[in-house]
């Protein structure tokens, strides 16, 4: 399926997140899956979106009929929730909002320290949390960003016009119907899925108690089991993505999911092994 990591710099970025565990490497893998498919998926489901790379590039090179991201997390849903599917005037307040901030440190702790009182205020914290805490690490607690990229500091990813581009991208996307959004669990999300629906499942990596994981997002805690149990009888199209470990392989293995070894490089450029658990795909 994946035959040599990617690089990512020459992937079309679209989404307005960077994530440690964002699969912006595994875009052009799965694109060509969904291209060598005799029919068009009518459902293409996220259910865990994160930063979504994979189902924005769906959308935009319209490989679906409908791709829909659902996101549990209340932070991450306010950035998707107003960038699809809000009215219009909350995208324009966010998109104002991102374009007059004066990125000084300071400005970045008191914005960070709010309480928002809207959805625009959450959209607006969690993407400016994203671009200048370290790593683009979600949970509470990561630290400011001291260096950054070339010494630039907090600004090494704070791009005003470029994030105001991707989110008028992805709005443009959902007016076209291609793109849908819903506030939900993932796990429930999977279970009311049509059952030809492709669906693409990538879970904070905490099996096995993986401590990365735990670190990285609000919302780590998620019953695996369960989680395979519903892959294992969809019956339409399925690629989840997890951390190579035994506890993940021993569980594929008993629910007989393929697993396919991906090679891939991490934000240090250094390349390891992650697991693409498979069903009903010739892959």
Do not use: C
């Not at 960077?18 to 009518?42: C, D, E, F, N």
């Not at 690490?137 to 090494?156: D, F, H």
């Amino acid at each position: 399926m994946i035959q040599a990591p990617v690089n990512v710099s020459q992937v079309k970025q679209i989404s307005p997140f960077r994530y440690p565990g964002g699969k912006t490497w595994l875009v052009p893998g799965m694109t060509a899956i969904l291209r060598s498919l005799p029919v068009r998926p009518s459902l293409f489901l996220e259910p865990f979106a994160g930063g979504a790379s994979v189902s924005l590039a769906v959308a935009d090179q319209d490989l679906a009929v409908r791709t829909h991201l659902v996101e549990k997390d209340p932070s991450i849903s306010a950035v998707w929730n107003i960038a699809i599917a809000a009215p219009r005037s909350d995208l324009n307040a966010l998109t104002k909002r991102i374009l007059s901030f004066r990125l000084e440190r300071q400005n970045v702790i008191d914005a960070l320290a709010l309480q928002p009182l809207n959805l625009v205020e959450r959209a607006f914290q969690t993407i400016l949390r994203n671009r200048v805490q370290r790593g683009g690490i979600m949970a509470p607690g990561a630290g400011l960003l001291k260096e950054g990229e070339k010494g630039k500091g907090l600004a090494s990813r704070w791009y005003p016009e470029t994030l105001v581009k991707r989110l008028l991208h992805i709005r443009a996307l959902a007016d076209l119907g291609r793109l849908t959004f819903t506030e939900g669990d993932a796990l429930q999300a999977i279970a009311a899925a049509p059952q030809d629906a492709f669906l693409f499942v990538d879970p904070p990596y905490t099996a096995g108690g993986k401590a990365a994981g735990q670190r990285l997002y609000a919302l780590p805690a998620i019953d695996h089991a369960r989680l395979l149990d519903l892959l294992a009888v969809h019956q339409g199209p399925v690629v989840a993505t997890y951390d190579d470990n035994p506890e993940i392989r021993q569980m594929a293995a008993e629910r007989d999911i393929a697993i396919r070894p991906a090679r891939m490089k991490n934000t240090h450029h250094a390349e390891m092994t992650e697991l693409l658990l498979v069903r009903n795909l010739p892959v």
